[in-house]
């Protein structure tokens, strides 16, 4: 009978081409399926995206009722929820002919899988697939088909150089077709022991690495334990990652993934990345979901917030200041932590005091009524007569209040939104600032339940950050992070929060979390989500969220010569991108190659401050990144080059910038040249045009209005295919390309996979700097959101040095 708890996206481009034709039609069609699945608010469709489909008349090959399709399958649509909406809108013909498909589902039940041998030898690459009677394979390599019958194994003997490559299969019954995963395949040479070259000798990692046992959804009340597993097979033995909405766990690196104690936050998509030295394999993702309901003993479930937003800011580089160096760790952590969380978050790293300003408006946006609203900062800072004021990085030397961004007045635009909760967590110093003798007026604070500060330090005093390296935490945020998933009211996070620096050695004395609140409700973090607004507010909400973290699309460049080049794309931050090239195929008669990327200002009429050695570097972390490896960021055959864009927030015109292909023949020392010209848009942040002087906005109770009226800037379209593509719900898988990375980046024409990819953490050692009583250096919290990591516990850092375990 078919299984209808699989998504939309499981059915194969023939039925889905065949079902769009049915439904592009003005009576039963797209845009009645558009209405009927609106009786789940997550697969509601903007306006936006509507006029996204009705345009796809406009080209000779576009369809309305595929990019609906499409769209609903990116947010992972149920095949029994389609059924169920067709039935309601009475089209019968696309009833029964989504049953007979379900029916005649093909399903690939055995993954071809990556292996490594020695050349002479036989590789044989098997995929197997569950289905009607007749079905028919075949396999590529790259995008060229290989002959080989339609043989559900494809063997490579004698295998060759030459096969070296991604192999993928094509299962098909007539028009209806899916595909397997991709598979490298690697051709060891063959070396002694001594280190010379012998026909003889076997490498003692010849094997394959694959998966015996699936992990499986689950479903369980909360406070109930839970247990996922994947097993596997290889030589050398398998490693074990696990991910949580792509977000890798710290403490997931065993087959066995197991949960105490379920609550909110632990639903969402799982996933486990085995790998050991020469392969990597993923399981399927599987979905956990928690019944908050069934757990009585939860004093909180009777609170929620209508969505939940979060503005990250950090400021490092300074012009005229000390450098810090934290804000770019904890930035990045304090990301991964809230969306775990189900926030929608845009990180954002050395913001000027326009780009604050223009920033906090755009988050003011992301408001509304029973919405759960937290901005954090991570820098210099100061506090006078009781007004807190956030530095930007072009503040002057003697800078005073007009130069910085006032705490106070964000709390009074804040407070117009009728937010749910607002949480304000200021990680910088709060010392008296004596060039500023100005007392700002702002007038009454309305009188609004539901507010929280939380100071890194207190009152006249520094906060710290570890002088170590560039990736340390600040004092703050290494115990912030322990317990910011706790299923606890706010202020009794903080205050254990407050209490775990209370309690070590090393802080005792020096800094201490300061917290103000009027929290007049029991709300947590970790409150579920439940969409009061309409949907056209909750549209426009998502769709202004969305435009930050757009990467552009991966390409490959295909040159005279017959080199092809893949172009990708990955985010650090809402305003940090990382372009890498990679050359996938070369004909045999070109003996080197290498893609550059150049002419960035002149060809695009931006200056993002590009400093030229540090572009088209051998890996992330030459390229300026220290979050990254390039292991970890593409799995490719041939060597990456990197080249880091920061501050997006100042493109003012679309990204254009030119790759350059240097290459050699065999039979020439002349090295020859060929040229491509891309332009990109904008991406992530630079959308939003945070350069550009806002003009002052009020923000009335009714504060809706905003979302309906608001205008896109002009720059902010999105790329060419991405249209169809945008968040309609807080699981979008948009909202994750701010700061994760494609851990699955292969040649070919099918979409890519996208997550987040774990950073190697360095110990960190307690500096002398740190530990000098008489002169301790004021640490602001520089902010890297590492992936988390356990912090020990503090208590155990001692003045004798010892190790900071975060």
Not at 548 to 557: D, K, T, Y
Not at 607 to 630: H, I, R, W, Y
């Amino acid at each position: 009978m078919g299984d209808w708890t699989l998504e939309l996206g499981t059915l194969g481009e023939g039925i889905l081409s065949r079902l769009a034709d049915m439904l592009d039609n003005p009576n039963r069609g797209w845009r009645q399926l558009a209405a009927a699945v609106t009786e789940q608010p997550r697969f509601r469709c903007s306006e936006k995206e509507l006029l996204s489909c009705s345009l796809q008349v406009l080209s000779a090959t576009g369809s309305p009722g595929r990019l609906l399709l499409a769209i609903l399958a990116d947010r992972c649509c149920p095949l029994g929820f389609l059924l169920h909406c067709l039935k309601k809108m009475e089209h019968r013909a696309a009833v029964q002919f989504l049953t007979t498909a379900v029916a005649e589902q093909i399903r690939i039940t055995v993954q071809p899988q990556s292996q490594c041998e020695l050349p002479g030898g036989r590789l044989v690459l098997s995929c197997q697939a569950d289905g009607p009677h007749g079905l028919g394979y075949q396999w590529f390599k790259g995008k060229e088909e290989v002959l080989s019958g339609c043989d559900p194994d494809l063997v490579l003997y004698p295998l060759t150089p030459g096969h070296q490559g991604h192999y993928i299969c094509r299962v098909s019954h007539g028009e209806n077709f899916v595909y397997s995963q991709w598979a490298k395949v690697q051709v060891a040479r063959r070396e002694s022991p001594g280190g010379g070259e012998s026909d003889g000798f076997i490498p003692s990692y010849k094997s394959v690495l694959y998966i015996t046992h699936q992990p499986r959804c689950l479903s369980a009340a909360e406070g109930s334990s839970l247990r996922l597993e994947c097993a596997a097979e290889g030589n050398p033995p398998p490693q074990y990652q696990w991910y949580h909405n792509k977000e890798p766990l710290s403490w997931g690196n065993r087959p066995t993934l197991e949960i105490s104690c379920a609550t909110t936050a632990t639903r969402g998509q799982y996933s486990c990345r085995v790998y050991n030295l020469y392969h990597e394999v993923w399981s399927q993702q599987v979905q956990i979901e928690i019944d908050s309901g069934s757990f009585p003993a939860r004093q909180l479930s009777q609170f929620y917030a209508t969505d939940k937003v979060a503005l990250l800011m950090g400021n490092m580089n300074y012009q005229h200041h000390r450098q810090l160096r934290a804000p770019m760790a904890d930035v990045h952590q304090l990301t991964n932590l809230l969306r775990q969380l189900d926030f929608k978050v845009v990180s954002l790293l050395d913001l000027t005091r326009q780009e604050m300003h223009s920033a906090v408006t755009e988050f003011l946006l992301l408001l509304d009524r029973g919405v759960y609203g937290l901005l954090y900062f991570a820098g210099h800072g100061y506090e006078n007569y009781g007004n807190s004021f956030m530095v930007p990085i072009d503040a002057p030397a003697s800078y005073t209040s007009e130069h910085c961004l006032w705490v106070q007045d964000v709390l009074r635009r804040m407070q117009g939104r009728q937010t749910g909760l607002n949480i304000f967590l200021l990680d910088m110093c709060r010392k008296r600032n004596l060039n500023d003798d100005i007392i700002p007026q702002l007038g009454p604070l309305k009188v609004t339940p539901n507010i929280v500060f939380g100071y890194a330090t207190c009152a006249d005093a520094e906060a710290y950050e570890v002088n170590k390296d560039d990736l340390s935490n600040g004092i703050f945020m290494s115990f912030l992070k322990q317990r910011l998933l706790e299923d606890e009211k706010v202020t009794v996070m903080l205050d254990k929060v407050a209490e775990d620096m209370g309690s070590c050695d090393i802080t005792r004395g020096r800094q201490a979390l300061e917290l103000r609140s009027n929290l007049s409700e029991r709300r947590a973090l970790t409150d579920r989500i439940l969409n009061a607004d309409s949907p056209d507010i909750m549209s426009a909400r998502n769709l202004q969220w969305a435009i930050a973290h757009v990467l552009p699309e991966s390409r490959f460049l295909c040159f005279e010569c017959g080199v092809t080049v893949q172009l990708g794309f990955a985010a650090e931050f809402s305003n940090i991108m990382i372009i890498y090239t990679t050359v996938l195929e070369k004909p045999d008669t070109v003996a080197t190659c290498s893609a550059q990327l150049t002419d960035f200002s002149e060809a695009s009429g931006n200056d993002l401050g590009l400093e030229l050695k540090l572009t088209n570097q051998e890996s992330p972390q030459d390229a300026g990144s220290l979050l990254f490896t390039a292991e970890s960021l593409a799995q490719l055959p041939s060597q990456s080059l990197y080249t880091r864009l920061s501050a997006l927030q100042r493109v003012k015109d679309d990204l254009t910038f030119t790759v350059c292909l240097h290459y050699k023949y065999s039979s020439m020392e002349e090295e020859i040249q060929e040229r491509v010209t891309v332009t990109v848009g904008k991406p992530l942040v630079a959308k939003l045009d945070l350069h550009r002087v806002r003009l002052p906005r009020s923000f009335s109770a009714s504060s809706s209005c905003d979302l309906h009226c608001f205008r896109l800037p002009e720059s902010s379209s999105f790329p060419e295919g991405l249209e169809g593509n945008l968040p309609a719900s807080e699981t979008s898988s948009i909202g994750s390309a701010s700061t994760c990375w494609s851990y699955y980046s292969q040649p070919g024409e099918l979409p890519e996979r996208q997550g987040s990819l774990r950073a190697n953490v360095p110990e960190e050692m307690l500096t002398p700097e740190f530990l000098d009583m008489d002169a301790p250096t004021p640490l602001r919290m520089e902010a890297w959101s590492l992936p988390p990591e356990p912090l020990g516990v503090l208590s155990c850092l001692e003045l004798d040095r010892q190790k900071f375990s975060f």
